[in-house]
């Protein structure tokens, strides 16, 4: 009995324990409003970006980049302290969405079973404080890779 409680508190911390870039198979962003939707899909070799504007057309793009493994394990790192199967309790500071006066946004993390773990929406670019790096991260990494290669 007492070897049956020492693995189940061994295997139950192991869950608890902080993520790898192993164990991440994909990061999302996704930002809408009425007539404007942004997704950017990062995976361990590409990243994609889709953006749609029903109000500026020179707005609407998709991209495809190529995404190497040093740029995977920075992004991924990012994360290495959130526990990411607890991201839906991750509420934003603020709530402007409500009256449309911020995009709602929502991060999307896909472990390596292939369950995906959402952030509640968030405001613009504006996400609960641990996730500010990971979507620093992301905001920079969109800047950097947007232009590399156009689909349309």
């Not at 493994?69 to 526990?83: N, Q, R, Y």
Request: charged share 25%; with cysteine.
């Amino acid at each position: 009995m007492k070897n049956l409680i020492i693995l189940i508190l061994f295997c139950s911390c192991g869950a608890l324990r902080t993520q790898t870039n192993s164990d991440v198979k994909k990061i999302e962003f996704k930002s809408s409003t009425r007539g404007f939707q942004k997704h950017i899909t990062f995976t361990k070799d590409s990243i994609f970006i889709k953006v749609n504007s029903a109000t500026d057309s020179s707005l609407t793009r998709n991209y495809a980049a190529k995404f190497s493994a040093p740029e995977w394990a920075e992004l991924t790192k990012t994360i290495k302290d959130v526990d990411v199967s607890k991201l839906y309790s991750l509420a934003g500071p603020t709530n402007k969405r409500a009256v449309d006066a911020a995009l709602a946004s929502t991060i999307i993390i896909t472990d390596k079973s292939g369950m995906d773990h959402t952030t509640p929406d968030f405001d613009d670019y504006n996400p609960n404080a641990e996730l500010r790096k990971l979507l620093d991260a992301i905001q920079q990494l969109e800047l950097n890779k947007a232009e590399t290669k156009k689909l349309d």
